[in-house]
């Protein structure tokens, strides 16, 4: 009788916790301001470095339970760059995966496995792709449903013959501050 108890003790136990684990769909838009450097190099020129500084947007779209989170992200940039404000435009799609610890701090890493962009720079625009790079970042719980996420991420963009034997070679590093709206369904 006393071993029916404790093994009834410890399924409720279970149950109980199962059940309130929150698992489901996250959902999680946000917007931020990045800045960094870019380098960009033609095949045959030098490089040319510049500060990088614009606003960004996207979200995410994955899976928690227990904390663990996983799934993907899309982050779109609106940047300058130069004396002249050249414009750096990127849109990249990746995979993370993360961790929400229960004292309102989150830590997520990831990769961006498909990064398209536009170098608008003296009258002279040029798509890039191929980006792929890494990304680290943290995040601090405010209010219920409001994240500030500090997030850092190295992307390589590298465009090869784009007529004549030229190749382009575009990396940028960028520290991303700004907010996020997590949702877990």
């Known amino acids: 009788m006393k071993n ?3 093994l009834a003790l410890v399924l409720l136990l279970i149950f109980g916790y199962v059940s309130n684990s ?3 769909l996250l959902i999680e838009p946000l917007v931020g301001f990045s800045y960094g450097k870019l380098n960009s190099e033609l095949t045959g020129s030098s490089t040319d470095t510049s500060g990088i500084k614009g606003a960004s947007y ?3 779209l994955g899976y928690q339970n227990f904390g ?3 799934g993907l992200d899309y982050l779109s940039s609106n940047m300058t760059y130069g004396a002249d404000d050249n414009k750096f435009k990127t849109s990249e799609f990746g995979g993370f995966i993360g961790y929400e610890f229960p004292v309102l701090l989150r830590v ?3 990769f961006v496995f498909s990064g398209t962009g536009e170098d608008v720079s003296d009258s002279t625009t040029t798509d890039i792709k191929g980006g792929t790079g890494p990304k680290i970042g943290v995040g601090l719980t405010l209010l219920p449903f409001l994240d500030f996420n500090v997030e850092y991420r ?3 963009y590298k465009e ?3 007529g004549s034997g030229v190749n382009l070679n575009v990396d940028y590093n ?3 501050v700004g907010f996020s709206l997590p949702f877990v369904l």
Do not use: F, K, N, P
């Open 68 to 70: 663990l989170q996983l």
């Open 154 to 156: 190295s992307i390589t």
């Open 174 to 176: 960028a520290v991303m």
């Open 22 to 24: 929150h698992a489901g």
């Open 58 to 60: 996207g979200g995410r």
């Open 108 to 110: 997520y890493a990831g």
């Open 4 to 6: 029916l108890s404790q």
């Open 160 to 162: 090869e013959d784009l």
